[in-house]
């Protein structure tokens, strides 16, 4: 019995760390961004690399989670992104998701 309990607190640490390692990519695929976005070629949106070598170096992240959870167009064309309310994507996996694409 001991012995099990034991393991259920190991694999209950696993899982949490397994959660909190979630990369970009993975936070993007499950918060439904990748039905507009690719890494590398455009589809509704830009390809997550142009954004990426669009803002390289540049300080844009507030500005880039505003827009994300806002949406809009006008920056990439005249198609809008919609809106990403924070039931969709948390402010934490906003953060990630968006110093990723900034990454690539
Ligand atoms: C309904 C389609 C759609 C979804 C879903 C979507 N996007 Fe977009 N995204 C777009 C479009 C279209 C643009 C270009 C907007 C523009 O031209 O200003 C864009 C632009 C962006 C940009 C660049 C913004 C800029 O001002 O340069 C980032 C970063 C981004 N999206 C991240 C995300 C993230 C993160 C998610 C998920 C939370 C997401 N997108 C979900 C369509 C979408």
Redesign the pocket.
Known sequence: MKTFNILLIASAALLSAGAQAAT?EE??TK???????KVDVK????A?KD?GK??KGQD?LA??LA???A????????????P?PPE??SDA??KT??QW??SL
Do not use: E, F, Q, T
Request: a positive charge.
């Open positions: 970009g936070i993007m918060s439904g961004c990748m039905a507009c976005h589809l509704v949106g830009p997550l954004i669009k803002y844009v500005k880039l827009k994300v959870r949406g809009g167009p006008g920056v990439w064309g005249p198609i809008p992104m919609s990403n969709k994507i996996d906003l998701a968006v694409v900034l």
